[in-house]
């Protein structure tokens, strides 16, 4: 199975309880990958508030992944 | 050369200005933003800054880019600090210069405003009872 590099900020970071890993998973699209994480950790955020970025450029939910891409989601910016 | 920059200590504020001298340049602006002592009324010890910094780095020259674009202006450069923050700190700063002072205070707005919409960067307040939270601020001043 394709493996993907994730890393996790903000409140996701806090409720996945770590700042990234590697995760094994047959999962096809980027939309399909945030939601197995929202089963897996519970993730309060919806996706229409969320953006994706697979290797440090922003990508559609639709974006396919493929072994070894690295993967973000976005929760709403607070910056500034 | 970025001239976006993600800074996990603090930086020399008079070296950045001095990077947008120009010879044809006669007017500068810069924007600030400053640890506030309160968050929706809630005293704060301090704020804690994290970014994703490839992405914040690259979306940060593109905001730079279409402000170069939209307005007229000679140059211009931003920086947003990670870490934590105490109250009158410097979190964000941007300056432009340009030949005529109008477009300074334009491009500012433009660049801020986009900042806080678009780059990725989290802050988690602090406050002064021990909690601590992550804010969800998008696009609200």
Redo the contacts between chains.
């Keep these: 199975m394709p493996r993907i590099e994730l890393e996790y900020f903000a409140q996701l970071g806090e409720q996945a309880g770590r700042r990234s890993e590697t995760r094994e998973t047959s999962v096809a699209t980027a939309a399909a990958l945030y939601e197995e994480l929202r089963a897996a950790y519970g993730f309060v955020l919806p996706p229409e508030r969320i953006r994706v970025a697979v290797n440090a450029a922003f990508r559609p939910w639709t974006q396919s992944l493929k072994d070894g891409d690295h993967v973000v989601f976005i929760p709403p910016v607070s910056g500034g | 050369m970025n001239r976006f920059l993600i800074a996990d200590s603090p930086v020399d504020i008079a070296a950045l200005r001095e990077a947008l001298l120009r010879p044809g340049a006669g007017g500068f602006c810069a924007f600030e933003?400053w640890v506030r002592q309160t968050n929706d009324g809630r005293p704060v010890s301090g704020i804690e800054?994290?970014?994703?910094a490839?992405?914040?780095t690259?979306?940060g020259q593109a905001i730079l880019d279409e402000a170069l674009a939209r307005f007229d202006i000679t140059a211009t450069l931003a920086m947003?600090r990670t870490g934590y923050l105490l109250v009158g700190d410097i979190?964000?700063w941007i300056g432009v210069s340009a030949p005529h002072r109008d477009a300074t205070f334009k491009a500012c707005r433009y660049i801020?405003d986009e900042?806080?919409?678009?780059?990725?960067?989290?802050?988690?307040e602090h406050y002064v009872d021990g909690c601590a939270e992550?804010?969800?601020?998008?696009l609200v001043g």
Excluded: M, Q, T
């Design positions: 933003g800054y994290e970014a994703f490839p992405l914040a690259s979306e947003h979190a964000v801020i900042i806080k919409a678009r780059v990725p960067v989290w802050k988690r992550w804010v969800e601020c998008h």
